[in-house]
């Protein structure tokens, strides 16, 4: 269930991931705020050869290419022509200065992708900070000549999500109701499916995709 849950919440990330890595062109800069993991991978995947990607992290056991924290950057102003920062937003304590910093170190008219979490538990404790609307995100970009803030995940998958996720409070009573949950509606879920499979609305949905331009 815990697996399931990850693939359908990264599914859509993941999707518009690799289409923004995808349009990278050759000789590129890129910088990967967050170190390792599936997303490096996914980058690694869709760059082109002849572009770079670089990373940072505040952790050096994570193996950055650049110890360095997005809200105090010590990287050189206008040094990337593209940012990737997914799914770090919610865990830097001063969001408005890790904004400030990515579009300082974006060369000018450089693109940057930033994806955040909007119906998703407590995750990484201690260092979960924040959830961020449409219009939050819109407010935290808007020192960006063009931000675009997109719903990810559909309405049916962020309420199927919440429940899912709930397996990872490790509490034997909620595992018990969930699994009891899915079961009795299974019928229901797989008639609604199709209909709430396909509803997007910035009001419920499992998290935004940023694509903002410098």
Request: net charge positive.
């Amino acid at each position: 269930m815990k697996k399931l849950a990850k693939k359908i919440s990264r599914r859509p990330l993941n999707v518009a991931l690799a289409d923004f890595t995808r349009a990278i062109p050759e000789g590129s800069r890129v910088l990967n705020i967050g170190s390792g993991g599936e997303v490096m991978d996914l980058i690694r995947t869709h760059l082109h050869p002849q572009a770079t990607v670089f990373s940072t992290d505040i952790d050096p056991l994570r193996k950055p290419d650049f110890v360095d924290d997005i809200t105090d950057t010590k990287l050189e102003a206008g040094s990337f022509d593209y940012v990737i920062c997914a799914e770090v937003m919610e865990h830097v304590t001063e969001p408005f200065k890790a904004s400030e910093n990515i579009h300082k170190v974006l060369k000018a008219d450089g693109k940057a992708f930033i994806s955040a979490p909007f119906q998703y538990p407590l995750h990484d404790a201690p260092h979960d900070y924040f959830r961020f609307t449409e219009f939050g995100l819109a407010n935290l970009f808007k020192n960006f000549k063009s931000a675009e803030v997109k719903p990810r995940g559909t309405w049916g998958t962020a309420i199927l999500l919440l429940i899912l996720r709930s397996l990872w409070f490790r509490n034997k009573r909620i595992d018990v109701a969930v699994h009891m949950m899915i079961l009795w509606n299974l019928p229901l879920f797989l008639l609604l499916g199709p209909i709430l499979g396909r509803t997007n609305t910035p009001y419920l949905c499992t998290g935004f995709i940023c694509s903002l331009e410098k």
